[in-house]
């Protein structure tokens, strides 16, 4: 009895070390073969003044990794963040953070209508719609992926909240939000390169120059 045990743990532990091996073997082939892919980057970031507000557009440019485009396939929604922090500068300590604001852009391929949805609210998408702002359909992934690549005239702070006078710097971020996929996906995810879409750019900025 003894010895059957003995043999069936060996077994278990054997077929645990050899999916692992699998695991990160997959793993670094994907890292491997997105290394030599073109890195995110922000093509243009504008600030200006409407009325009582503060506004931001942002064009960025990357190309959706064919694992995440499987997923798509799949019917696993994908969400990419934008994200936007304005800090007061101060020459006798460290920058003071004002205002953060997020734009979450969830996107969807629906199998029956052959159609892609995109989602966009202002902080995390839930199935129940709380905090969604838009709600839009596109025949195409091209298309879909133009309208998440820019954003025009996002609001992000009331002018009542800066200070006149003062020099402030925006900091913008933009990435794939690997910690809103379901938990199989999120752990999968872990160190393959596909997943970590993320690129940043900042500007200064003096609220009497605003237009």
């Known amino acids: 009895m003894m010895a ?27 890292t491997t073969a997105q290394a030599q892919g073109v890195s995110p980057e922000v093509l243009s970031l504008q600030v ?12 960025v440019n990357f190309e959706l990794p064919s694992t995440v485009e499987d997923a798509l396939l ?18 006798y300590w460290f920058d003071k953070k004002v205002i953060t604001s997020e734009r979450h852009m969830r996107l969807m391929f629906q199998p029956l209508t052959r159609r892609w949805r995109l989602t966009v609210g202002a902080g995390h998408i839930t199935n129940n719609g709380l ?29 009542a909240d800066l200070v006149p006078g003062a020099a402030y710097r925006v900091d ?7 910690s809103q996929l379901p938990r199989p996906l999120q752990i999968g995810a872990i160190g393959q390169s596909d997943w970590m879409l993320s690129t940043a750019a900042s ?5 009497e120059s605003l237009r």
């Open 203 to 207: 500007q200064r900025l003096m609220v």
């Open 172 to 178: 913008y971020r933009f990435r794939l939000d690997v």
């Open 131 to 159: 905090g969604v702002a838009l709600n839009q359909n596109y025949d195409a992934l091209s298309d879909a992926l133009a309208a998440i690549r820019r954003v025009s005239g996002w609001r992000i702070a009331d002018m």
């Open 4 to 30: 059957f045990i003995t043999h069936c743990w060996k077994k278990a532990r054997f077929d645990w070390t050899a999916r692992l091996c699998c695991v990160l073997l997959t793993c670094v082939l994907a």
């Open 74 to 91: 799949k019917g696993v929604p994908v969400i990419f963040v934008s994200e936007v922090d304005v800090s007061r500068e101060r020459w």
């Open 48 to 59: 200006e003044r409407n009325a009582d507000s503060l506004l931001l557009s942002a064009s």
